[in-house]
C-alpha cells in the first residue's frame, strides 16, 4: 500500500493524459462537421459485431494472427476489471470491487478467467513477437512500437501472475483451481524468504501499475492509438452503402473536394488516430500489389502526420490560403490517381476506416478546382459532355447494336416491368454487344417483358464522378432521372455493376429511385423460378475444361452479391465453378474502377496482367464475368500475355449457350430449380 505514491503517479498520469487528448480532440473540433450520431440501433449493432466482435480479424484469411489479436483484445476487456482492483489496493490492500470476490460465484467465475487470461495474453504477445522478428509478413511493417507494446502487454500478465503468486506463496495456500496461473506462479516461488516474497509482490504491484501508466500515455503518440480510439471508430462508422459518393452542392459552393486540412472532417481525422498500421489494407489491394505509390496504411500515416505539422494553425483558426494544399503536394498525383475503388482496404480495416471518399474528393478538388487531372481523361469527359459515352461516339448509335433483335423501346408505348439499361459498353464496345444481344435472348426466352431507351439513354456518369467531374456526371444523372420518370420506371435491368452501383445508391440523392437489379442476379432467379430451359446445346459442348468465375469489385464487395452468379453457372455446368484462390470478398480487383478504365497504367506491373495470371494457373480454360469492365480487362491482359487457350466470356453468354434455338417462355427448366436466397453482403 502506497497512497501517497499511487495519487502523486495518477495526478502526473492523469494531467499528461488529459494534456495531450485535449490536444488531439480540439484538432477534430478544427475539421468539417459530419453527422454520425444518427440510427444508434444500427451503430450499436456495427459496434457488437466489428468492435467487440473483433469480425474483420477472424475472417477466413490470416485467422491465426486475427485470433490473436482477438485474444489480447479480450484479456484487455477483462484486465481493465484487475487495473481498477489494483489501483484501489494502492490505497487500501483489502481493496475489492464489488462481488468480484470468492465469496460471490460471479466473483470465483472472474478470479478464473482472469487467471487464465495473462497467461493467453503472454502467449499471444509472445507470438506476435515471433512473428514479427522471424516471419513478419509484407504487411507489417518493421517498428520498434509494435515491440515496445507487445514487451508492456507480456511485462503486464508477467507482473500481475508475479504479484498474485507472491501473495499465494506467502499465504502457504497450495494450488488454487481458481488462480492456477498465479498457483503455479507460487510454486515456483515457495521457499523463498517470506521478505523476499514480500519484495517480490511489491514489485509485481507496482511495475504493473507503472507500465500501465506509461502505456496509456504512450499510447497516443503511435499506432497504438487505435486501443484508445478503436470502438469508437467503428461505432461512428458509415452506414450508407460503400459504392455511394457524396452530393457536391454545385451551385452554393465556391470550393469542391478536399483542398487543405481543414476540409477534412472529424471523422477522417478520427479514422487516421485510429489506423492500426496491422496492413490488412494492402494484402490484395490493387495498387500495392503491382507496386503503385499508394498503400492506404501509408495514406493514414502521411495525413495524420500533416494534421499534426498543421496543427498550430489549424487551432489558431487559420484556413484557407494559410495552409499546405494536400492533393499534389502532402498526397502526390500518382497515389490520388492509382485508386480503382474496389474497396478491399475498406472490408479488410478491423477498425472500419473510410478511406475512398477522401481520395474521390481530393480527386474532386483537383479536376473540379484546378482542371488537373491525367491527360487521357480529356477526351474522356469531351465525349461524355457531347455525345453521352466515354467513346465520344454518335449518340444517335446508342440503340445500333439491337437492330434485327426483338428489343422493344419504351418509346413503343407498350407496357413493360424492367427497363433494360443497356450501358455504355453494352451499347458501344463490340464485344459487350454481344453480351447486351445474349442478355435479350434470355428475356425473350423466359417471357420477361421488358424495354430499352435506345437513343434517349446516356451514360450513367459513374466513371466522371470517380474521376472527380461532379458537374458532368450531375448532368447525365438528372438527364437519365428525367427521361425514366417519364416512362415511369420503378425497376431497372442493368449488366454493368457501376451502372448498378451507381443507379441503386447514387441516384436517389438526385430524386431517381428504382429498384435496380444486374443480370446475374435476374437470371438466377430466372432458372429458379423455372423460367427457363437449360439443356446441353452445341453451343455449351464448345465450353471445355474448368470454368471459373471472377469477381466484379462493384458487383461483390460494394454490394454483396456473390452466390447469385455461381448460381446461375452451376445450373448450366452441373457443378461448381472452379474457385480461385482469391475470390469472394479476397477477389483481385480487375484495374479498371475508379475510372482507372479510361487512364493509362504507366507505374508497376498491369493489374488486368496480375489477375488474369493467376486465372491461368488454376487451370481454369474459360473465366466467366459479370461486368463489361472486367470482361475487356481481363480479355486485354490474356491477348497480351499470349493465353489464346483462356476464353474471357459474360456469365449471360454462357447461361444464353444452354437455352435452345428456339425456347419458348415460361416452362420448366431442365435442371432442378436452385432455392434463391438473398446475396450477402
Not at 493467453?120 to 515471433?130: E, G, H
Request: glycine share 8%.
Amino acid at each position: 500500500m502506497g497512497p501517497i505514491a499511487i495519487s502523486i503517479l495518477l495526478v502526473l498520469a492523469g494531467a499528461f493524459f488529459a494534456f495531450t487528448m485535449q490536444h488531439r480532440l480540439r484538432l477534430l473540433t478544427k475539421l468539417q462537421k459530419a453527422n454520425r450520431f444518427d440510427r444508434p440501433g444500427e451503430r450499436v449493432g456495427e459496434l457488437l459485431r466489428f468492435g467487440f466482435g473483433q469480425k474483420r480479424l477472424l475472417d477466413r484469411e490470416e485467422r491465426l494472427p486475427g485470433a490473436m489479436h482477438a485474444l489480447i483484445f479480450l484479456s484487455f476487456l477483462v484486465l481493465s476489471l484487475r487495473t481498477i482492483t489494483l489501483f484501489g489496493m494502492g490505497y487500501s490492500p483489502s481493496f475489492h470491487l464489488p462481488l468480484l470476490t470468492e465469496e460471490y460465484a460471479v466473483g470465483r467465475g472472474y478470479l478464473f478467467v482472469k487467471d487464465v487470461i495473462l497467461a493467453v495474453a503472454f502467449v499471444a504477445a509472445t507470438y506476435f513477437i515471433l512473428l514479427r522478428a522471424l516471419k513478419r509478413p509484407d504487411r507489417m511493417t518493421k517498428s520498434w512500437e509494435a515491440y515496445l507494446i507487445l514487451g508492456f502487454i507480456a511485462a503486464l500478465m508477467v507482473s500481475d501472475a508475479v504479484f498474485e503468486g507472491a501473495q499465494l506463496a506467502m499465504q502457504n495456500r497450495g494450488f488454487d483451481p481458481l488462480l492456477p496461473v498465479s498457483s503455479a506462479t507460487a510454486g515456483w516461488l515457495v521457499g523463498l524468504e517470506s521478505r523476499t516474497l514480500e519484495v517480490l509482490m511489491h514489485v509485481g504491484f507496482w511495475l504493473h501499475v507503472g507500465i500501465i501508466l506509461v502505456f496509456g500515455n504512450f499510447l497516443p503518440y503511435g499506432k497504438h492509438f487505435h486501443v484508445i480510439t478503436a470502438l469508437f471508430n467503428v461505432y461512428f462508422g458509415r452506414l450508407t452503402p460503400s459504392g455511394q459518393m457524396t452530393k457536391l452542392d454545385l451551385e452554393n459552393s465556391e470550393s469542391f473536394g478536399l483542398a487543405k486540412a481543414t476540409d477534412f472532417t472529424w471523422k477522417q481525422g478520427f479514422d487516421v488516430y485510429s489506423c492500426t498500421e496491422c496492413g490488412r489494407c494492402q494484402t490484395h489491394c490493387p495498387t500495392y500489389v503491382t507496386g503503385k505509390p499508394l498503400t492506404h496504411k501509408a495514406l493514414n500515416h502521411t495525413i495524420k502526420e500533416h494534421l499534426y505539422a498543421e496543427s498550430k494553425d489549424l487551432l489558431a483558426g487559420k484556413k484557407g490560403e494559410e495552409l499546405k494544399t494536400v492533393p499534389g503536394t502532402v498526397v502526390a498525383d500518382d497515389t490520388i490517381w492509382a485508386c480503382t475503388t474496389c474497396a478491399w482496404c475498406e472490408t479488410a480495416c478491423p477498425v472500419l476506416i473510410e478511406n475512398l471518399p477522401r481520395l474521390m474528393d481530393m480527386r474532386r478538388y483537383q479536376t473540379l478546382m484546378e482542371s488537373k487531372f491525367p491527360p487521357e481523361v480529356t477526351r474522356v469527359f469531351k465525349g461524355l459532355e457531347t455525345q453521352g459515352n466515354p467513346w465520344g461516339l454518335g449518340s444517335n448509335t446508342r440503340d445500333a447494336w439491337a437492330e434485327g433483335l426483338e428489343v422493344p423501346r419504351c418509346s413503343d408505348g407498350k407496357e413493360f416491368e424492367y427497363l433494360f439499361f443497356v450501358g455504355c459498353a453494352g451499347a458501344f464496345d463490340d464485344r459487350q454487344k454481344k453480351v447486351s444481344k445474349a442478355i435479350v435472348r434470355i428475356l425473350n426466352a423466359a417471357g420477361v417483358k421488358f424495354a430499352i431507351l435506345g437513343n434517349e439513354e446516356t451514360c450513367n456518369g459513374e466513371s466522371a464522378r470517380r474521376m472527380g467531374n461532379e458537374l458532368v456526371f450531375q448532368t447525365l444523372c438528372q438527364q437519365n432521372i428525367e427521361v425514366m420518370k417519364g416512362y415511369s420506371v420503378k425497376k431497372i435491368l442493368v449488366q454493368c455493376p457501376h451502372c448498378f452501383n451507381t443507379l441503386k445508391h447514387e441516384y436517389p440523392q438526385f430524386g431517381g429511385s428504382y429498384e435496380v437489379v444486374h443480370h446475374a442476379e435476374l437470371i438466377e432467379k430466372l432458372i429458379a423460378e423455372g423460367k427457363l430451359q437449360l439443356g446441353e446445346t452445341p453451343a455449351l459442348a464448345k465450353l471445355t475444361g474448368p470454368v471459373t468465375f471472377h469477381d466484379s469489385c462493384y458487383l461483390g464487395r460494394h454490394n454483396g452479391i456473390y452466390r447469385a452468379p455461381r448460381a446461375a453457372l452451376k445450373a448450366v455446368l452441373k457443378v461448381e465453378p472452379k474457385e480461385l484462390p482469391r475470390s469472394e470478398r479476397q477477389g483481385f480487383c480487375c484495374g479498371a474502377g475508379g475510372g482507372r478504365m479510361w487512364m493509362e497504367e504507366k507505374i508497376g506491373t498491369r493489374v488486368n496482367q496480375n489477375r488474369i495470371e493467376e486465372i491461368a494457373k488454376s487451370g481454369a480454360t474459360t473465366v466467366a464475368t459479370a461486368c463489361p469492365f472486367c470482361l475487356t480487362m481481363l480479355k486485354d491482359a490474356a491477348s497480351e500475355k499470349n493465353l489464346e487457350q483462356l476464353s474471357v466470356r459474360d456469365l449471360a453468354e454462357i447461361v444464353a449457350d444452354a437455352l435452345p434455338a428456339t425456347a419458348a417462355p415460361n416452362q420448366p427448366a431442365v435442371v432442378p430449380p436452385l432455392k434463391a436466397e438473398a446475396p450477402t453482403a
